[in-house]
């Protein structure tokens, strides 16, 4: 399938296409979902996706080429504390650490639930229009337009990791990982030996087993057996792995893709790097994009491994993980972010929002697109464009 042809068609199917396969639990009766099942369309737009973490946002084109900043929120006064949690957009919803909600439109307040000062910081996703997040007691489902709780599930020092089918996965630093229904807070299963869920494939939750993840392993959560093994050393998994149709991909001393259904590497590749760093990552599916060493974007074949472009961005970020839309790739700058031809890694338009040195704040900045909106988060500051 030509390159065009594929992305229309990703655009128009969307993670809608992806099956969603019975879940059954020992014990359990009734229906149930795969672990890898889609999130709803228009319904998580993120830092990183859930649960494949891809960056990939379809349903969003993003701003033209005469965009315009329809408006700024200075995020610390709104808190009062810096912002260093996580994003979620939907089309009508920027939802920050807090958790506070504001309109997409014009960045005003919708609604703030303040659990407690613990919640600063901590993850949290969507799904299905509901808001997930933990306070450090419990995990709290929020409806995102209105802002009302629609349960609570106690369930001391855990924090939300991500939302797969009707599961919401969650971390815990005391008894291991709990998968609880996304719908009634009930718990499904528990890995007691596992406490650090980075994705999920298939039936399978990926979790990294050391701090800076030399390993991870696919265990099934309804009997804790390993199903496959795979060796990285990542920063942040969040921003250093992508995952699409079961296939994860990172870069480290290599661009490596892994094959968790046959348990093996697929390619892997140096394209002529001098350092060993590990860098954000993001796939559509047809591409891998692996940003910020050297000031370089590469687009790899995801199939192949070949490469398909490179390009220099003069500034641009090695902490910040890429947002795709079939039209363009967002990646994080020094001054802002810059929008990318994802076809031949052409810079398409470039949003400059700072002058001066501002690595710190940029370090913790997040890229999400939704609704036609492209929306830059850091510590201090919520921008949007359209």
Known sequence: MQQSSRRAFLGSVGVAGIGVSAYISPGRTGAAEDLDAAVPSGQW?????????????PESA???????????????????????????????????????????????TRWAEPLTTESIGLTHVCWNETLYVADGERVYAIDTDSGTIEWAHRESRIEVAFVAGRTVICRGQRRGT??????????????????????????????????????????DPTTESIEWTAEWITDDPERDIAVHDGVVYSGLEKFTAFDTASNSVLWAERFDREYEQSMPVATDGEQVYFTGLDEEVLAVEAETGQLRWRQSVEGISRTVKPAVTDDALYVSTEDGFAALSPATGRELRRFSLYSGDLSERQANGQLLVAGGQVFYVDTATAVAYR
């Open 62 to 108: 993003g701003p033209p080429e005469e965009h315009e900043m329809v408006w700024e929120r200075d995020v610390y006064d709104l808190l009062g504390i810096f912002h260093e949690g996580t994003t979620v957009a939907t089309e009508d919803t920027l939802a920050i650490t807090g958790p506070t909600a504001l309109s997409t439109a014009d960045g005003s």
């Open 178 to 219: 709990v998968g609880l229904d996304a719908k009634t807070g009930a718990t499904r299963w528990r890995v007691s030996d596992y406490d650090d869920p980075v994705l999920a494939t298939g039936e399978m939750v990926g979790f990294q087993t050391g701090e800076f993840s030399t390993t991870i392993v696919g265990i």
């Open 45 to 57: 737009p993120m830092q990183g996706r859930t649960p494949q973490r891809s960056g990939y946002q």
